[in-house]
């Protein structure tokens, strides 16, 4: 075959380091546009984005040129550099270490969509931590010994 055909839907969970609620209501249109940006350079689709002040849900679908990893390690350091630059937070903005990472069928975009736009309304009845243990019993993750969360523990 001459050339590469896919079709790759992949939902990219992560958390501000600590899960420190930081990003602000004023700004995360901000976040997400630059964000959309990022991967759309980069050759993938931008579904969906959307999330919370701790986290954030990015549905892309992958162009397989890029590794994955490679993909969301440029997001997280073009995007607190962004938010540095723009002095969004006066706190120090980091992005947690670790992310989730899972894959859907082209049949299920709508739900996965319908689901990363509606998390303000979504996480009134289930709060992060449920639902991301949530998304690895469901896609049968299994997270042994793996650190799942890095709380901000004050002194």
């Known amino acids: 075959m001459a050339d590469v055909f896919s079709q790759l839907y992949i939902q990219i969970v992560f958390a ?8 602000l209501p004023e ?3 901000h976040l997400y546009k630059y ?6 350079t980069r050759g993938h689709k931008m579904p969906a984005i959307g999330g919370m002040p701790d986290h954030i849900h990015i549905f892309i679908g992958q162009k397989p040129a890029e590794s994955l990893s490679d993909l969301v390690r440029e997001i997280k350091n073009a995007t607190n550099d962004y938010i ?12 947690q270490t670790g992310y989730g990472a899972f894959s859907y069928s082209r049949s299920h975009m ?4 319908k689901y990363i736009l509606n ?15 949530k998304m690895l019993r469901d896609f049968e993750v299994e997270n042994g010994q793996k ?7 004050p002194d």
């Open 16 to 23: 501000v380091k600590h899960r420190q609620a930081l990003i």
């Open 27 to 29: 700004w995360e249109e």
């Open 35 to 40: 964000t959309t940006g990022i991967v759309q």
């Open 84 to 95: 540095r630059d723009q002095h969004f937070s006066p706190f120090k903005f980091d992005w």
């Open 110 to 113: 709508d739900t996965v969509c």
């Open 119 to 133: 998390q303000k309304e979504h996480h009134k009845k289930r709060t992060f931590e449920e639902e991301f243990l």
């Open 147 to 153: 650190q799942l969360f890095d709380f901000f523990l």
